[in-house]
Antibody
Framework: EVQLVESGGGLVQPGRSLRLSCAASGFMFDDYAMHWVRQAPGKGLEWVSGTSWNRAAIGYADSVKGRFTISRDNAKTSLYLQMNSLRAEDTGLYYC??????????????????WGQGTMVIVSS | DIQMTQSPSSLSASVGDRVTITCRASQDIRNFLAWYQQRPGKVPKLLIHGASTLQSGVPSRFSGSASGTEFTLTISSLQPEDVATYYCQKYHSAPLTFGGGTKVELK
């Protein structure tokens, strides 16, 4: 079964850091670009960051650039998001998502066909 | 950055109605456009990619089309299980921006 399972969310104070993880199974992880998408409570979807299969191409939303770092370990079939200098507006459900098409860079991946259940991040004092 | 403007933000329709949702890109994105359905409390589901290619397992009452920078998602005959929020997303280049969403409710 194709599956993505996120972990690492929680309550954190503004200015602190958090590291999210996403464990993938059931598909050739190193064939696909992977992404993080977040959703603030009651709001729409926001693409956060993405990485190509080989980490050669990486992209970030302007809202997180310079604060968040995406990475992946193909040997462990895992995706990560290091979040530093967290702000209240970073609060939300963070989803890990798989590109629909294999072998592409951050863009051009045909959308996201597999999503995890999400991990909640709450930034509050 | 390329902006994605989705309309309407919400709509109410009856079972069996034809429903149309529009997404406009501020620049040419070719057909690098996806549509998602997010039912209440659920994870987003990919419906269409390449502006008009139906994802495997998606009912044929869903269809997508494109005309220049304007993209349309059509539900030919609305069903109760289609109550959801629908999002477009451009994946032409980073950032892979989502539209603001369209909430579809039953009348």
């Amino acid at each position: 079964e194709v599956q993505l399972v996120e972990s690492g969310g929680g309550l954190v104070q503004p200015g602190r850091s958090l590291r999210l993880s996403c464990a993938a199974s059931g598909f050739m992880f190193d064939d696909y670009a992977m992404h993080w998408v977040r959703q603030a409570p009651g709001k729409g979807l926001e693409w956060v960051s993405g990485t190509s299969w080989n980490r050669a191409a990486i992209g970030y939303a302007d809202s997180v650039k310079g604060r968040f770092t995406i990475s992946r370990d193909n040997a462990k079939t895992s995706l990560y998001l290091q979040m530093n200098s967290l702000r209240a507006e970073d609060t939300g459900l963070y989803y890990c998502a798989k590109a629909a098409l294999r072998g592409v860079v951050v863009a051009g991946g045909g959308g996201f066909d597999i999503w995890g259940q999400g991990t909640m991040v709450i930034v509050s004092s | 950055d390329i902006q994605m403007t989705q309309s309407p933000s919400s709509l109410s329709a009856s079972v069996g109605d034809r429903v149309t949702i529009t997404c406009r890109a501020s620049q040419d994105i070719r057909n690098f456009l996806a549509w998602y359905q997010q039912r209440p409390g659920k994870v987003p589901k990919l419906l269409i990619h390449g502006a008009s290619t139906l994802q495997s397992g998606v009912p044929s009452r869903f269809s997508g089309s494109a005309s220049g920078t304007e993209f349309t998602l059509t539900i030919s005959s609305l069903q109760p299980e289609d109550v959801a929020t629908y999002y477009c997303q451009k994946y032409h280049s980073a950032p892979l921006t989502f539209g603001g969403g369209t909430k579809v409710e039953l009348k």
